[in-house]
């Protein structure tokens, strides 16, 4: 039971930064832009990262549980600074030159994380496996955004 209970403030922090994607949605800006044709459906952000930040929790607790503060903890640490950042760039700021380097440190994060956390906890790993392809994927989709709509950026 107390495993249990040691893991809600891991659901609790990553809540939290999910909420800045609840606070700074796309809105008829992002609508209007001009997008690839491989961009997603709306629908589909909602669900995926639902699963997403479930697995980025369970990672998180896992490497905490064995490890504590660490590097690993650290990378999983900046890692939501970073996530939490670019929901604010994109769509509060609109600037996407920005959020597009925010997707590359998230990027880094996440490879430095699962390198960190491999030897500590290979599930944790494995979880930001996931994750990494996501944000290697909106990251593309963010620079074709970047590059269609250069008058869009402010």
């Not at 669900?47 to 369970?58: D, E, G, N």
């Not at 590359?104 to 994750?131: D, E, G, K």
Request: overall charge positive.
């Amino acid at each position: 039971m107390s495993d249990i209970l040691s893991f809600i403030p891991f659901l609790v922090a990553v809540v939290a930064i999910a909420a800045s994607g609840a606070v700074f949605r796309p809105g008829e800006w992002y609508l209007s832009l001009n997008k690839p044709r491989w961009t997603p459906p709306s629908w589909l952000f909602a669900p995926a990262w639902s699963v997403l930040y479930l697995m980025i929790a369970i990672a998180g607790w896992l490497v905490w549980k064995q490890a504590g503060f660490s590097w690993a903890f650290g990378f999983w640490i900046l890692n939501l600074a970073a996530n939490a950042a670019w929901s604010w760039l994109m769509f509060g700021r609109r600037q996407m030159a920005f959020a597009l380097v925010d997707a590359i440190v998230m990027l880094i994060t996440i490879l430095a994380f699962i390198r960190f956390a491999w030897p500590i906890n290979q599930l944790a790993a494995w979880l930001f496996v996931p994750y990494m392809a996501w944000v290697s994927f909106a990251s593309a989709l963010n620079l074709s955004l970047l590059l269609r709509n250069r008058t869009a950026r402010f």
